[in-house]
């Protein structure tokens, strides 16, 4: 069975650039052999992160996410089953913030900056998929 898990997460003080590209690597590397794609959002401080896989698979994901110390504030915004997967081309993709259009941002929340925690899930999933469609995700598989 499939599922899609949504959440977001408010960085640990000690996460930056460095700590991201290593967080997109490892999760490159681990994701294949368990059956999780997905994409990662980072964006001043806050992590929006969608996954997509067997549930077994990604509750575990989740729940090293939960436990992880660069993450804080850890909201789970949607969790469903899906008859098929809309991420399927990325182990981990990445939101390409230089890419990323205010406008669209506008279009889904009341200021231009990415804050999934004054939106609903079901917001934050649409503007990822506007996102793939506009080509603002980089690292397909």
């Not at 994701?31 to 980072?42: E, I, K, M, Q, Y």
């Not at 504030?73 to 913030?97: H, K, T």
Request: glycine share 8%; aromatic share 8%; hydrophobic share 45%.
């Amino acid at each position: 069975m499939l599922v899609r898990l949504l959440y977001a997460s408010r960085a640990a003080d000690n996460v930056n650039q460095e700590a991201l590209v290593a967080i997109v690597r490892k999760s490159k590397a681990n994701n294949p052999s368990a059956g999780v794609t997905g994409v990662l959002c980072f964006s001043e401080g806050i992590f929006l992160q969608v996954l997509e896989g067997g549930r077994a698979a990604v509750n575990q994901l989740y729940n090293r996410i939960a436990t992880d110390p660069r993450h804080t504030d850890l909201q789970l915004l949607c969790y469903e089953e899906i008859g098929e997967r809309r991420f399927a081309g990325w182990s981990m993709g990445q939101v390409n913030m230089s890419r990323l259009n205010t406008a669209l941002l506008l279009k889904y929340s009341e200021k231009p900056a990415l804050d999934p925690f004054s939106v609903s899930g079901q917001v934050s999933l649409a503007l990822f998929e506007e996102l793939m469609a506009t080509a603002s995700i980089v690292g397909q598989s």
